[in-house]
Every structure is written in C-alpha cells, then in structure tokens.
C-alpha cells in the first residue's frame, strides 16, 4: 500500500485514525506507511471498544477505553471478565458488554469467526 500526504499535520491524523484498527502504524521516511494488523475492532459501545487480536489462548477479546486506561480481557465463550490488568472496569461495564453480545449476536459470531481467522 502506498500513500503520501502533504504533510506531517494529516499523516499524524491518519496514523491516530489508523491505531483504532491497528496495533501499528509507522510513516517511513519516503512517506509510505507500514500497516501492522494484528487487531479487528468489533463493536464501539459507549467509551468502550471491542477488539479481537492475533493473541494467545484462551480465546478472548479486548475491552479498551483509552480515556479511562482500560484495556480488560473477556472470555468468547461467556463474555466473562478475564483479566483487568488496571482493576478499572466498572460492573456496570461488564453488564454493558454482555448486554450488547446477548443483544447483537450477529457480532458475536462474528468476533468468534474473526478470532479463529487471525488465530490459525
């Protein structure tokens, strides 16, 4: 892939832009850009985003809030809370998770399909 910009301003926007979806993403000199995907965004709920990784087992996904310095670990199987490394995931966010997973199964599914693709 190969984009230039006009200028230091718009590539550190895209790059910001980019880290949603991305674990890195790195301007070169020449002005191309390395993309490393190791990362699929699920579902934005609220301050919290839902990722799935190319990660290690048990299959689980990423809680992340970025404001709040969240970045908590859910089993797929159950959508339990696994690890929260900063202890600040609120009950309320663990109920706000499993709500939204009973609620948009389709998601669900998905995110399971996904973490199987990028963890084969």
């Known amino acids: ?11 550190a926007r895209l790059i910001k832009k980019l880290g949603l979806f ?14 490393y995907i190791q990362k699929n965004l699920i579902a934005s709920i609220d301050d919290l985003t839902v990722h799935v990784y190319r990660d290690h087992n048990p299959p689980h996904f990423h809680v992340v809030s970025k ?4 970045d908590a670990q859910f089993t797929l199987e159950d959508c339990q809370l696994w690890n929260d ?7 309320s966010d663990i109920k ?13 599914a ?10 084969s």
């Open 96 to 108: 706000k998770i499993q709500t939204y997973f009973k609620d948009n199964p389709e998601d669900l």
């Open 110 to 119: 998905y995110m399971k399909q996904e973490h199987r693709r990028m963890n």
């Open 67 to 70: 404001q709040r310095e969240i």
């Open 22 to 35: 991305l674990d890195r993403a790195r301007v070169q000199s020449n002005g191309e850009i390395s993309l």
């Open 85 to 91: 490394p900063s202890g600040k995931v609120k009950s």
């Open 1 to 11: 892939m190969d984009i230039r910009f006009s200028g230091k301003d718009s590539e």
